[in-house]
């Protein structure tokens, strides 16, 4: 049990000693914190076999979202905000031990048609009723909730599904790089066949899906009548042979749509900050490499509404402090592993709490242009083969 301590929770003698009654059982395994500080709080988080809110009344729920963020299998109450935050990646149930206890298993909480939400999350590790819960992991190497402060991420980029598909031909197309697929639909009514090189973040999608490295796709020339990849050629070493496959599973006269973060607007324009990039592009880097592989390439900004310019524009300013703390770029000598452990953990920290209109921003706040592609947030690189 973690809480604050009696002279600020007055009922907290009263909960110790209804748990002696109650639960004589465990009531002598009980460890009770008032002291634990958010490094601890996030480290019992994130070791727990499962984290219970059974609140009678929550108004954000930011511990729900903390315990997601930090892996542990969340159970909420079924009441306040915690039925929304918590939905369909946990368990929502009255705040009673017996409805703890009577709990269904996962394959009786979780229908079929919840579990495109759930995908989101690798299996927990609890046991008993709470055996399958998932566990959110929030990691710079992929777009997988909507939750807090990452919903303008998670919007982007639904937004670039959606406008990808305005740009497609009819047919079967190749999502690559597709992560937990989580707007794939945006592309109906055309058939998707989703490729990523994580299988678990392939688990549960409702549609042909294959494991594989893009840079080695395990099908025959011509299968597709377009590609889209969306956030993953910076993923990789070498885009050459990732956009050389692209080309050689595309039919003749196919089209590819490559979407990439602008380099001069992402990070700093001199420096890969993500560490889960190897390569970052402006406009002109990106239609000269497509233009290997392709007859025709067009390049497109994407533009977004002031409400997340501001928001785009706060977090730079908040990378800009923090580097500033390295002067010397010492950062380039620690490895690439240990720089994305703290990018997630950072990650994860920062978007616990949302910044003003982070959770207005929808699909709508992004359009596709033709021109300030210098100022744009993302790049589309539209390919029809030779």
Same mark, same amino acid.
């Given at each position: ?19 002696? $009654?109650?639960?004589?059982?465990? $009531?002598?395994? #009980? ?32 511990? %729900? ?30 705040? &009673? $031990? ?36 998932? %566990?959110?992991? #929030? ?5 997988? &909730? ?50 990523? #090189? ?10 042909? &899906? ?12 011509? &299968? ?27 039919? @003749?006269?196919?089209?590819?749509? +490559? ?12 420096? +890969? ?25 067009? +390049? ?10 501001? +928001? ?14 390295? @002067? ?6 620690? @490895? ?40 744009? #947030? ?9």
């Amino acid at each position: 049990m973690v809480g604050s301590d009696a002279a600020a929770w007055p009922s907290s003698a009263d909960l110790r000693a209804a748990a002696a $009654a109650e639960l004589p059982e465990v $009531a002598g395994r #009980i460890v009770w914190r008032s002291d634990a500080s958010d490094a601890e709080l996030a480290a019992l988080m994130a070791g727990a076999d499962a984290f219970c809110l059974p609140s009678f009344g929550e108004g954000f729920g930011f511990p %729900a979202l903390e315990a997601m963020a930090c892996g542990a299998p969340v159970a909420g109450s079924d009441r306040g905000s915690l039925p929304k935050l918590v939905g369909d990646a946990g368990l929502v149930v009255e705040p &009673t $031990a017996a409805a703890v206890q009577d709990a269904p298993s996962p394959a009786g909480w979780v229908p079929s048609s919840a579990r495109r939400g759930a995908r989101d999350y690798p299996v927990g590790r609890g046991r008993g009723p709470f055996a399958q819960l998932p %566990a959110m992991v #929030i990691t710079g190497e992929r777009v997988t &909730t909507p939750q807090g402060g990452f919903n303008p991420s998670f919007q982007r980029h639904r937004a670039e599904y959606r406008l990808s598909a305005s740009l497609l031909p009819d047919g079967k197309v190749l999502d690559l790089g597709c992560g937990i697929g989580h707007s794939y639909r945006e592309l109906a009514p055309r058939e998707t066949v989703g490729v990523d #090189i994580d299988p678990g973040a392939l688990a549960g999608q409702e549609r042909e &899906t294959h494991v594989a490295d893009m840079r080695s796709l395990p099908f025959e020339a011509g &299968t597709f009548a377009a590609v889209v990849a969306i956030q993953s050629i910076e993923h990789v070493p070498d885009p050459e042979r990732m956009l050389a496959e692209v080309a050689r599973v595309l039919r @003749p006269g196919g089209r590819a749509v +490559i979407v990439t973060p602008n380099r001069l607007t992402f990070g700093r324009p001199d420096e +890969i900050i993500d560490p889960y990039h190897y390569i970052e592009f402006d406009r002109q880097e990106l239609q000269q490499l497509c233009r290997h592989y392709f007859r025709s390439v067009e +390049i497109l900004g994407l533009q977004a509404s002031a409400r997340y310019q501001a +928001i785009h524009d706060d977090e730079r300013r908040e990378l800009d402090r923090l580097l500033a703390r390295d @002067p010397l770029r010492l950062r380039r000598l620690v @490895p690439r592993r240990v720089l994305q452990r703290l990018y997630d953990r950072r990650l994860s920290s920062d978007r616990v709490k949302p910044r003003p209109g982070a959770l207005e921003i929808g699909p709508e706040d992004f359009r596709l242009e033709s021109i300030g592609l210098d100022e744009s #947030i993302d790049l589309f690189a539209v390919c029809d083969l030779r």
